[in-house]
């Protein structure tokens, strides 16, 4: 079946730091990726998406690119803020619909801690 | 402002009774979901509807049940059959498109503690 892995964490960085969150796949067909991010005590938002290989995904500074040769999604900024500070979870979705409805597989999610 | 809304925040219980979680939206979406999330793993989906009056079980369906009366509302029984209950429960909605639904949008959540 299809499955999402992401790089464990917690992960913590120094504010203006690069920051790489990995994310690898497996998945029959040709699914949609997404990275959402969830802060302390809310829901999940979505932070970018990609829908086709090469495909690059950007949203406040947060990148990714859809590599199909790699099944990877991996998540990037150049300059992390202490207000990155979050949950972030790697997600695919299959190109085949559902029963009619888009299901999601979700990674476990990375913390992300950022220091001033 | 169009979203989706989740009550209450907070939800204890008492073992052996069932609870009910709301989920509204007003996004006019058509498909809604249940997912549930405990500490460091990733989301499992529930339950889902696509449509009023029909819905389709999760990877973890055992314990639950949904109702579909309007498009906009999705409510969630936790039944007393469920053996591990406490967690945060996320309601999620997407919209189909001509060819496939988007993205899904997520309410803040409901954490159930049962005591």
């Known amino acids: 079946g299809n499955s999402v892995t992401q790089m464990e964490g917690p992960v913590t960085l120094s504010e203006e730091a690069f920051l790489t969150i990995n994310c690898t796949y497996t998945?029959?067909?040709?699914?949609?990726l997404f990275w959402y991010v969830q802060y302390p005590g809310e829901g999940l938002q979505l932070l970018l998406k990609?829908?086709?290989?090469?495909d690059k995904g950007s949203n406040k500074g947060f990148e990714a690119t859809y590599r199909k040769e790699t099944t990877s999604f991996h998540l990037e900024k150049g300059s992390v803020q202490v207000s990155d500070s979050a949950v972030y979870f790697c997600?695919?979705?299959?190109?085949?619909?559902?029963?009619?409805?888009?299901?999601?597989?979700f990674g476990q999610g990375t913390r992300l801690t950022i220091n001033p | 402002d169009g979203g989706i809304t989740q009550s209450p925040k907070y939800l204890f219980r008492k073992e052996g009774q069932n609870v009910t979680l709301s989920c509204e939206q007003n996004?006019?979406?058509?498909?809604m979901y249940w997912y549930r999330q405990d500490p460091g793993q990733g989301l499992r989906l529930i339950y889902y509807?696509?449509?009023?009056?029909?819905?389709q079980k999760g990877d973890i369906a055992e314990g639950y049940s949904v109702s579909r009366e309007k498009k906009e509302s999705f409510p969630l029984t936790v039944t007393s059959a469920q053996k591990n209950p406490t967690a945060f429960y996320l309601c999620?909605?997407?919209?189909?498109?001509?060819?496939?639904?988007?993205?899904?949008?997520f309410g803040p959540g409901t954490r159930l503690t049962v005591l």
């Open positions: 999620a909605s997407s919209m189909k498109t001509s060819w496939s639904y988007n993205e899904q949008f």
């Open positions: 998945a029959t067909g040709y699914p949609s």
């Open positions: 990609a829908t086709k290989a090469d």
């Open positions: 997600a695919l979705s299959d190109s085949e619909e559902f029963q009619g409805a888009q299901k999601l597989v």
């Open positions: 996004l006019n979406h058509d498909a």
């Open positions: 509807s696509q449509i009023v009056n029909d819905f």
